[in-house]
């Protein structure tokens, strides 16, 4: 059986996958609503009861967190190929890496914390 | 008789200085490309220049060169679509120059030759058990990426490649997966030793050019996308199947 | 590696940080990776939401009346805009990917990137739906 662990890469990329594939079905209603309709009164925002209810429900919060989760993911990915393609900044990759993902796990860590 | 300029990047080792541009003139024919233009400098106008050019019509894969900054094969570039011009005329991106538009290409047959093009087994069918056989529709799977000329037009336009001479490239990996996906083949997981890591599919940031100037419309950035997809699940797979042990 | 690759005579060039600078694509390719800014940008502001309601009807309100401020608006225009490319990119980007069989036949790829954008639609629908009955 030949072990295909050479490279964490997979790893990240399923997380850049998955976070890219939610964040490009959920982000853009979600963000178009509450940041830009609502401010600017095209939409009435929900009131705080139904806001606090909807999102503590337990599956919102596992939704959330998921999103949050994967997106920070999806993007601490591609920005670290974004730096060595566009800053050229390859020969610093591990610093890269541990900087980027270390985030992304960091912000996970605090968005579990608070959703929670 | 209409004309034309095309601006040469002239290279010359033995000088050993920069390169520098070479304005030739040349008829504006309706039925004229690139590579007849070239040809008519190299017969009339200056026979010092060096450039690659087989079968003029676009199945060699050795015409391949810049065309205003663009990666095309010479031989299917009409002069009339760059008119008025000037048409700049420079070796493919990417590549250590040799000599005017001639590249060194050795690289690409290294990378070529890693992605183990050829069909592998496992186990051999003995002769008295007759041929492989295949469907039309297992032809299918891979067909586009038998169609790949070697011209190396997906090198130049690949940034990656452009950055990093270690990547594989979109040919190289493209050339895995028509054998990877041959139905007769046995070889995927010796591809994928090869090509699971930064310097082959891992590398790839979908940037999408190779497949955009690509003359055969083989694809390479769907079959790269494709392999990091068996990649990944390969992966998962196998931290499975080791944390099972 | 054979020595002639290091044949000193042969002219390399070096590409220039700003290669991409040079071609349309290679711009729409920069810019739509840097939309991952946009992503993590909706991603912290999704948990300053859970931060201030699970602090109180005033922290709400005052996150709220941060977001109607219009430097935040502006901010928000550009990560939608950002946001936006990001997803139909991804979603034509999508049958590259996901090869899909049934039987002999091949999902044509325009099906692929059309059921993607079909689910896009009705998840959209839904969250607005449930945002305005409120």
């Not at chain 3, 941060?66 to 939608?80: G, Q």
């Amino acid at each position: 059986m030949s072990t295909i662990k050479k490279s964490n890469d997979p790893f990240w990329w399923t997380l850049f996958g998955a976070g890219g594939a939610l964040s490009a079905m959920f982000v853009p209603m979600l963000l178009f609503l509450t940041g830009v309709a609502t401010p600017l009164g095209w939409v009435e925002g929900p009131s705080f009861d139904s806001v606090s209810q909807v999102l503590l429900h337990p599956v919102t919060r596992l939704g959330a967190f998921a999103l949050v989760s994967l997106s920070l993911f999806h993007w601490a990915h591609r920005f670290r190929f974004t730096l060595y393609d566009g800053l050229q900044l390859k020969h610093l990759y591990q610093l890269i890496a541990v900087i980027y993902y270390g985030g992304a796990i960091i912000g996970s860590l605090i968005a579990a914390y608070v959703i929670w | 008789m209409p004309t034309i300029t095309l601006e040469v990047l002239r290279y010359l080792p033995e000088d050993g200085a920069e390169p520098v541009f070479q304005e030739y003139e040349v008829p504006l024919r309706a039925d004229w490309v690139v590579l007849d233009a070239l040809n008519h400098i190299k017969d009339h106008i200056d026979g010092t220049l060096s450039y690659r050019w087989s079968c003029r019509m676009g199945v060699c894969g050795s015409c391949g060169m810049m065309v205003n900054g663009k990666p095309v094969l010479t031989c299917a570039a009409f002069l009339e679509s760059f008119a008025p011009g000037p048409i700049r005329v420079e070796p493919m991106a990417h590549f250590p120059v040799v000599r005017d538009l001639v590249v060194e290409v050795t690289d690409f047959m290294d990378k070529l030759t890693e992605a183990k093009p050829w069909i592998i087994r496992e186990t051999e069918k003995p002769l008295s058990e007759g041929e492989y056989r295949q469907s039309p529709e297992e032809l299918g799977d891979y067909k586009q990426y038998t169609m790949c000329i070697n011209c190396m037009l997906c090198y130049s336009a690949c940034p990656v490649y452009g950055l990093d001479q270690g990547f594989s490239g979109p040919a190289a990996l493209a050339l895995a997966q028509r054998y990877n996906k041959d139905s007769r083949d046995q070889g995927n997981a010796q591809r994928m030793e090869q090509h699971s890591n930064d310097e082959g599919i891992w590398g790839c940031t979908m940037v999408g050019e190779c497949s955009e100037v690509c003359p055969k419309h083989v694809d390479p950035a769907g079959a790269i996308q494709q392999y990091k997809l068996a990649g990944a699940v390969d992966w998962w797979k196998s931290l499975i199947t080791r944390k099972g042990k | 590696m054979s020595y002639t690759l290091h044949h000193p005579k042969w002219h390399r060039v070096a590409k220039p940080i700003f290669w991409w600078i040079r071609r349309w694509a290679y711009i729409g390719f920069i810019f739509r990776e840097l939309t991952s800014v946009a992503v993590a940008y909706f991603a912290v502001l999704l948990v300053l939401i859970y931060c201030a309601v699970q602090s109180g009807p005033e922290a709400y309100a005052a996150l709220m009346g941060l977001l109607a401020h219009p430097a935040m608006v502006t901010i928000s225009v550009f990560a939608l805009g950002a946001v936006l490319y990001h997803s139909i990119t991804w979603f034509n980007l999508s049958p590259k990917a996901m090869v899909v069989r049934l039987g002999r036949w091949r999902v044509p790829d325009l099906m692929i990137a059309g059921g993607n954008y079909a689910a896009w639609f009705a998840i959209s629908g839904v969250i607005a739906w449930a945002y305005i009955i409120g």
